[in-house]
């Protein structure tokens, strides 16, 4: 007959005895990050660790790069016990400070009073904050090796409806032939830059959708994309993080003779806060054509690294400040 074994829990300290110095280290790494970004069905890139915020300390601050157009920051709290009101009101805190649209509060366990307190943020806030009660476990099968699990115990409304239909979707685009094309597409444009020798970094990323590009400072980042409904491509500059805004107008303010630099106009969009130029009534299905649109791209992505990595190099927020409100006047 044949004999099953069980999964047995592991006590979260045995396997990381301090929070600071061995859990959130831990959770920071890619693979781990990875496994909580499907968890959630998000796309996390690590931005910093301990982060200051006052006289505080921010346990994990990601990025969510699954949206190239409006990557938003995520804040992640950890803790190796129960949930506690002073790491709620730490959350707040830093989820303010950080200008954070997503929340992960990751602990052993989620107070039945806590998880109430997170599903009525989702309840009374809009889709621009999201509050997620994760509780960690570590299961083990005799000697064999640990394997961590994220369970996730409160999210916002029809967060789970959502996720089913992006794993329908992306099950069936996975082998669909638009992402085929995208996939040859970005390919082939991988090759065009690095024969062209150009100084161009693109980063690893999973869509096919878009490729982003270093541009010398973090908070700030170049993407190449394609929109196949509305047949074009595109280049863009963006900014991410609190300091986002500030960036964006002191940038703004420079606008003529950055788009003399450029030689066209571009699209300054605040709500986003990027900057981007956009070729239309593009046909991916002609691949004839990729090499003059690989070109178009290129070119494009080099001329904003020209005009606008020596700008950013010497941006400081500091130096903006906002319109006061007409109702103060």
């Given at each position: 007959m044949?004999?099953?074994?069980?999964l047995?829990?592991?006590?979260?300290?045995?396997i990381?005895?301090?929070?600071?110095a061995?859990?959130?280290?831990?959770?920071?790494?890619?693979e781990?990050?990875t496994?909580?970004?499907e968890?959630?069905?998000?796309?996390?890139?690590?931005?910093g660790?301990?982060l200051?915020?006052?006289?505080?300390?921010?346990?994990?601050?990601?990025?969510n790069?699954?949206n190239?157009e409006?990557?938003?920051?995520v804040?992640?709290?950890?803790?190796?016990?129960?949930?506690n009101?002073?790491h709620l009101?730490?959350?707040?805190?830093?989820?303010?400070?950080?200008?954070?649209h997503?929340?992960?509060w990751?602990?052993?366990?989620i107070r039945?009073?806590h998880r109430?307190?997170?599903d009525?943020?989702?309840?009374i806030?809009d889709?621009c904050l999201?509050c997620?009660?994760?509780?960690v476990?570590?299961?083990?099968?005799?000697?064999s090796a640990r394997?961590?699990?994220?369970?996730?115990?409160s999210?916002?409304?029809?967060?789970?409806?959502?996720?089913s239909q992006?794993?329908?979707?992306a099950e069936i685009e996975?082998?669909?032939?638009?992402?085929?094309q995208?996939?040859k597409?970005?390919?082939?444009?991988?090759n065009?830059i690095?024969?062209?020798?150009s100084q161009l970094?693109?980063?690893e990323?999973?869509s096919?959708?878009?490729i982003?590009?270093d541009?010398g400072?973090?908070?700030f980042?170049?993407?190449?994309?394609?929109?196949q409904r509305?047949g074009g491509?595109?280049?863009?500059?963006?900014?991410?993080?609190k300091n986002?805004p500030?960036?964006f107008?002191l940038?703004?303010e420079?606008?003529?003779e950055?788009?003399?630099?450029?030689?066209?106009?571009?699209k300054?969009?605040?709500?986003?806060?990027n900057?981007?130029?956009w070729?239309?009534?593009?046909?991916?299905?002609?691949e004839?054509n990729?090499?003059?649109?690989?070109?178009?791209?290129?070119?494009?992505?080099e001329?904003?690294?020209?005009v606008?990595r020596?700008?950013i190099k010497?941006?400081?927020a500091a130096?903006?400040?906002?319109p006061e409100?007409?109702?103060?006047e």
């Open positions: 044949l004999k099953l074994d069980r047995q829990p592991v006590e979260l300290r045995d990381w005895p301090k929070e600071a061995d859990f959130t280290p831990w959770l920071a790494e890619e781990n990050l496994l909580l970004g968890t959630l069905g998000m796309e996390l890139e690590l931005e660790q301990e200051n915020v006052g006289d505080f300390r921010a346990d994990i601050l990601c990025r790069i699954e190239p409006h990557e938003t920051w804040l992640i709290e950890n803790q190796l016990e129960e949930t009101h002073s009101g730490q959350i707040l805190t830093y989820a303010a400070g950080l200008d954070a997503t929340v992960i990751i602990a052993k366990k039945e009073e109430a307190a997170l009525h943020l989702n309840e806030t889709e999201k997620f009660g994760v509780e476990k570590v299961w083990q099968i005799g000697d394997a961590p699990q994220f369970e996730v115990v999210s916002p409304n029809d967060w789970r409806r959502e996720i992006e794993a329908q979707r996975s082998v669909s032939p638009a992402r085929l995208r996939k597409f970005w390919a082939q444009f991988r065009y690095i024969q062209g020798g970094q693109p980063r990323r999973k096919t959708r878009y982003v590009f541009i400072r973090q908070s980042a170049m993407s190449a994309w394609i929109n509305r491509l595109g280049t863009e500059l963006y900014m991410t993080g986002a500030a960036h107008h940038l703004k420079q606008q003529g950055i788009e003399d630099e450029f030689g066209d106009s571009l300054w969009q605040e709500e986003h806060h900057v981007a130029l070729l239309d009534v593009v046909n991916l299905t002609d004839s990729w090499p003059n649109q690989h070109e178009w791209l290129a070119s494009k992505l001329l904003f690294d020209k606008f020596p700008r010497i941006l400081n130096d903006w400040e906002p409100d007409e109702d103060d």
